[in-house]
């Protein structure tokens, strides 16, 4: 659950606190401006909720016209796909609309914190071939890392460094 804050563009008016579409929808629509008139445009703050659900709201830029997809996702998607999401729209450039899945995006995630780590993974999953265990100990992973940093970037999603590969 995401506590939101709408505030509004009007200044002779107050916003308000809400945690679901239906609250949003209702307080806007009892809401009117000194004169009277109702209020349409604000500003949509994230304030409480879950450290994932934050940075998804930062990085899709949420506001009016994404606020109903918002909600859907928090509740749907697995925190995975909101990684996905983060990291693709926030990070790699590519676009977020109403009708955005996960898996629209050429993103790869490894769940290691620095780019040696990353290398180590690769060695001993053997994508630099079979390396006979007398070599091991001479392998600089420190190299490897650096090369890997030409195509693999480093972020923090939700407190926790990724490693990630914009496809």
Partial sequence: MAQLYAQPYDISTTGFYFETEEEYKKSVNALR?????????FEIQFIDGDAIDCDLANAIGLNQANLARFFEIIDEWEEWEKQQVILAVGECGYQFDNGTAPDD????????????????????????????????????YDAIARDLAVDYSEAVVANSRVIYRCG
């Fill in 105 to 140: 995006f050429d993103v790869d995630i490894y769940g290691v914190t620095s780019m040696r780590e990353l290398a180590e993974q690769f060695v001993e999953e053997g994508l630099f071939g079979d390396i006979p265990e007398r070599l091991q100990f001479y392998i600089d």
């Fill in 33 to 41: 401006n000194e004169y009277g008139d109702p209020v349409e445009e």
